[in-house]
Antibody
Framework: QGQLVESGGGVVQPGSSLRLSCEGSGFTFGSYAIHWVRQAPGRGLEWVAVLSFDGNHNFYADSVRGRFTVSRDNSKNTLFLQMDSLRPEDTAVYFC??????????????WGQGVKVTVSS | SSVLTQPPSVSVAPGQTATITCGENTIGGNIVHWYQQRPGRAPVLVVFDDSVRPSGIPERFSGSNSGITATLTISRVEAGDEADYFCQVWDSSTENAEVFGGGTKLTVL
């Protein structure tokens, strides 16, 4: 079924940048759209962004559009999330998740373990 | 109001049946998936396409969808079922549609 491993989290000041990575294994990475989902402390899951299998199509949540950029390097089985102009409300555990889609729906069948991002002065 | 409304908490005794709902007025005809998340862990898919169990998920977990409300039912609840449960839909026709419900904390008394 596969595995995803995130890295790159840390503690940064408001207005700073951070780049997260998500490396996949055990499945054909370049054949699947991969999403970023975050979870603020004590809160629920919030969908953040998705990048298509070929990197040609992306979508973002309103809360991050214009500040976050998702990209991928299929030769390295890796997805990236470039986070700029970070705000305290971006503090969360960030998960990458592989999606499995039909013509009617998409679900998330493989999740990474999550990486913590803290934005604080 | 949110399409993917979930009760914040549900409590049941061991051996009883837990029912977790998703959708207050309408689920909009969307197909619903359910995830279990234990503290400090990543979510795990427990029901997909409204009512299908992935391999490895106990038969005690089942799902249904009336088009108005989706329901996750956990029969013969065990202590290990205590977790947060999230419903999820994907509507690519609506930009920034909700993806996840707010989550329900299942407490096993």
């Amino acid at each position: 079924q596969g595995q995803l491993v995130e890295s790159g989290g840390g503690v940064v000041q408001p207005g700073s940048s951070l780049r997260l990575s998500c490396e996949g294994s055990g499945f054909t990475f370049g054949s699947y759209a991969i999403h970023w989902v975050r979870q603020a402390p004590g809160r629920g899951l919030e969908w953040v962004a998705v990048l298509s299998f070929d990197g040609n199509h992306n979508f973002y949540a309103d809360s991050v559009r214009g500040r976050f950029t998702v990209s991928r390097d299929n030769s390295k089985n890796t997805l990236f999330l470039q986070m700029d102009s970070l705000r305290p409300e971006d503090t969360a555990v960030y998960f990458c998740a592989k999606s499995d889609c039909s013509s009617l729906t998409c679900l998330f069948d493989v999740w990474g373990q999550g990486v913590k991002v803290t934005v604080s002065s | 109001s949110s399409v993917l409304t979930q009760p914040p908490s549900v409590s049941v005794a061991p051996g009883q049946t837990a029912t977790i709902t998703c959708g207050e007025n309408t689920i909009g005809g969307n197909i619903v998936h359910w995830y279990q998340q234990r503290p400090g862990r990543a979510p795990v898919l427990v029901v997909f396409d409204d009512s299908v169990r992935p391999s490895g998920i106990p038969e005690r977990f089942s799902g249904s969808n009336s088009g108005i409300t989706a329901t996750l039912t956990i029969s013969r609840v065990e202590a290990g079922d205590e977790a947060d449960y999230f419903c999820q839909v994907w509507d690519s026709s609506t930009e920034n549609a909700e993806v996840f419900g707010g989550g329900t904390k299942l407490t096993v008394l």
